[in-house]
């Protein structure tokens, strides 16, 4: 069994990511459920397998308790791994009962769509707990973590440190491969021009070419610059973390984010039979990612309207072919047809 965890901030795109993600692997064949772990996510634009509301909702962990949005669903998620009675499952003890059960009938990928609310994955033992049970010798669920971020947050140096600090953060407590995005790429060029190039935010070096535009956006506060400063070397100092980019809606984008989720958390080196899409799966061992690379300043900054210009006339050719294919065929487009297949098996 293999999936995906899905977190980021509110408003990152993850429901989207997951609506988009799960339609993009069933055109390419594989077995595929979204797991809902929000329980205060009730418009879901996607069929999930499991859903957390259906043990626990926000809106009555909210009435019952008397407490806000955000202390309501922390204490929703974190009523799940108090101790039952010696004769009874915990919550988190029929959770993954039912995700295995998922996983059991016959799709073997899953993606979870998890809360936004940061604290969850940054100090917070609900999910860690969670994901320990399921990627445990006994289920053996190979898992990784794709951590949406908004590309607004590229537009201010110092928010681009606050998001740095919290990339390293949910790794080092989830502890799980971990894969970084930058969600929403495609709208990056309407925010206005980036000091550096797009790698420059995506591969996280020389961060000491930021401090400049910090001082400029906090001129008054030195101790602020002081701290950014010092955020900034740590996250140096571990070095690991790094980007990604995703514009759901542009196939090329979901083909080179999956090759590196499938890379990250096994997929591509398992017995993937069973998945139903081992022409994929092939292709990507044959080629893989280097065979995808694009510059990516030139693909969302530079040149984006011609690249997406490209992109919607490959969409329209390939509709037309798909229609031109789906078309009922004339009396003479019959005959040639019939007399064309029938030269074939003589010619044999």
Known sequence: MFGQIVIGPPGSGKSTYCHGMLQFMSSIGRLCSVINLDPANDRL?????????????????????????????????????????????????L????????????????????????????????FPKLFRRLTSKQHDLRLCVVSLIDSFYLTSPSQYISVLLLALRSML?????????????????????????????????????????????????????????????????????????????????????LSVIDKANGYLFGATEIGGDTVWVEATRQSGPSDMVIDIQERWIDNKDRYDQKARK?????????????????????????????????SK
């Open 45 to 93: 634009n996607y069929d999930c397998a499991f859903d957390i509301r259906d043990f626990v909702t926000l809106e009555e962990v909210m009435d019952d308790f008397s407490l806000g949005p955000n202390g309501g669903l922390m204490f929703a998620l974190e009523s799940f791994t108090m101790d039952a009675e010696p004769v009874r499952k915990s919550g988190l003890d």
């Open 173 to 257: 407590q989830l502890d799980l491969p971990h894969i970084n995005v930058f969600s929403k790429i495609d709208l990056l060029k309407n925010y206005g021009a980036l000091p550096f190039n797009l790698d420059f935010y995506t591969e996280v070096q020389d961060l000491h070419y930021l401090i400049p535009h910090i001082e400029k956006e906090n001129r008054i506060h030195s101790k602020y610059n002081k701290l950014t400063d010092a955020i900034a070397e740590l996250v140096e100092e571990f070095n690991l973390v790094s980007f990604e980019v995703l514009a759901v809606e542009d196939k090329q984008s979901m083909i080179r984010l």
């Open 314 to 346: 490959e969409q329209e050719d390939r509709l037309e072919e798909q229609q031109f294919l789906d078309r009922e065929l004339g009396e003479d487009e019959e005959l040639e047809l019939a007399m064309k297949e029938w030269d074939e098996r003589n």
């Open 95 to 126: 959770i993954v009962e039912k995700i295995v059960q998922v996983s059991n009938h016959g799709k073997n990928y899953l993606i979870f769509d998890c809360p936004g609310q940061v604290e969850l994955f940054t100090h917070s033992q609900v």
